[in-house]
């Protein structure tokens, strides 16, 4: 039962395959594991935590190039493990799912740098594979030097990605929803009949981008679609999310901005003609608790003297597409239009960030919002933020790993508990219905319903 908040708060642990994701520095403290990232015990034991935790779903980022704008190069970036070396998020999935019953994983996988017929496959797969735990971040990348290093000259235009996101889910749609009926597949031993081939259709698609002819590989998995998870919030990303997404991530520096920004998304969301109740929104959120706040401020004091802000600035430089090493200290800096993270430099800009501000701000290595104290101070922040920022949730990013994620199941869940603000145990069904409720399913209101079979378009040549 919810308590006055009149809801649970849904938690996601914020992760990459990587070293340094977030909180940069880290790595060098001697309780951090994380460059252990390359062995399957990490993950298995941080899932199995997780679970013990009660986490939603562990959700992994992941980029395909290396942030080279600081600094005109990888200097920074390569010495403090800033998202370098970073490995493939997917390959984690099964191994932490065989160790799991509960946890979702939300993966991160960018439209621009693979070919939806085969990604198709591959998020079918894991959704068999996991019973319906999966989820998908859909981004349409920033970095140039992925682009480079795909074949292309740089990344197209900021608006132009969304196009071609757009395009791919169409693709993806018809695929996962329309190309196997429901009862397509029969396993009938005594007739030799494993799937009805007149409930199995071909996808005829031509659009501005994408062109495919064939059928869905995998049959029916107990989502078909995976969840959908996505971090846009400039413009042209509200109006994607407002098609598409069922869960936005949101970076906001305090609940007033987060109420501003989820206002928004929800308004979007209502007027493209979909339930804003079929959304749920999560900011990005670090936590520190101990058993005295004397202690947190300790454990807090240890982690700033490790950490690197320059190495957070790096991450950022990239982020706008700004190199921040040619300015001092409290240079005015020329935000402008961007073709990286538009909100992100909205913000920047109306603040009139500086160097120094910016470098104060990454004392932890990173950007995010920070709760710290006790387990009833940190409570306090939390729920402060759902009712303040009017928000859903949190993708709750590592400090130290796993200390992070273990101190806030072991702290944090159980005041939250006590309150009625966090589930006391997981509900039943895939991770679709556990966040919203409504079954395995995208509901009926959602883009994806016209590509059902039997729907005008499907079979049909566009």
């Keep these: 039962m919810a308590g006055p908040l009149g809801k649970h708060i849904l938690v996601n642990a914020f992760n990459m395959n990587c070293v340094g994701h977030i909180n940069h520095g880290q790595w060098v403290h001697p309780r951090d594991t994380s460059v252990n990232y390359k062995r399957l015990d990490h993950w ?54 065989s160790v799991t019953r509960h946890l979702g994983f939300g993966v991160t996988v960018n439209v621009n740098n693979e070919a939806p017929y085969t990604f198709a496959r591959r998020m079918s797969t894991l959704d068999h594979l996991t019973e319906g735990r999966i989820g998908w971040n859909i981004v349409t990348g920033y970095l140039d030097s992925a682009a480079r290093a795909v074949g ?80 846009g919030t400039s ?131 990173g950007r995010y919002p920070l709760a710290v104290g006790t387990p009833v101070q940190v409570a306090d922040t939390l729920e402060d933020w759902i009712r303040e920022g009017e928000i859903d949730g949190f993708n709750l990013t590592r400090i130290v790993a796993p200390e992070s994620y273990a101190d806030f199941a072991d702290l944090v869940v159980p005041e939250l508990q006590t309150r009625g603000s966090y589930k006391t145990g997981y509900g039943e069904g895939s991770l679709r219905h556990r966040i919203f409720g409504k079954g395995d399913r995208l509901p009926a209101t959602h883009t994806a319903q016209g590509f059902r079979p039997r729907a005008p378009l499907l079979g049909a040549a566009e």
């Design 235 to 365: 413009g042209r990303g509200q109006l994607f999310a407002a098609r598409h997404a069922e869960c936005v991530f949101i970076s906001a520096p305090d609940p007033a901005a987060a109420r501003a920004m989820a206002r928004s998304i929800r308004k979007a969301v209502a007027d493209a003609g979909r339930d804003p109740a079929d959304v749920r929104i999560l900011a990005g959120i670090a936590v520190i608790a101990d058993h005295s706040a004397k202690a947190a401020q300790d454990k807090l004091a240890e982690y700033r003297a490790v950490s690197s802000p320059e190495a957070g600035l790096a991450h950022y430089s990239a982020s706008l597409n700004i190199d921040f090493a040619r300015y001092g200290l409290d240079d005015p800096i020329p935000f402008g239009q961007s073709n990286a993270i538009q909100s992100a430099a909205k913000i920047a800009e109306s603040r009139g960030y500086t160097k120094r501000v910016l470098l104060n701000q990454l004392a932890l290595g």
């Design 152 to 231: 292309r000259d740089g990344q197209g235009s900021h608006d132009l990605r969304y196009d071609q996101a757009d395009d791919y889910l169409e693709v993806l749609y018809k695929l996962w929803e329309g190309s196997w009926e429901e009862d397509a597949v029969r396993a009938d031993r005594s007739a030799r009949v494993y799937a009805d081939p007149a409930k199995i259709h071909p996808v005829h698609h031509r659009g501005p981008f994408y062109s495919v002819d064939g059928y869905h590989l995998s049959e029916p998995s107990r989502q078909r679609t995976p969840v959908l998870f996505q971090a």
């Design 44 to 97: 298995t034991e941080l899932a199995k935590t997780l679970e013990r935790g009660l986490f939603d779903a562990i959700f992994l980022a992941d980029i395909l190039g290396v942030y080279d704008v600081y600094g005109a190069g990888i200097d920074v970036t390569a010495r403090e493990g800033v998202q370098l070396p970073v490995n493939d998020p997917l390959m984690l999935v099964s191994a932490m799912a």
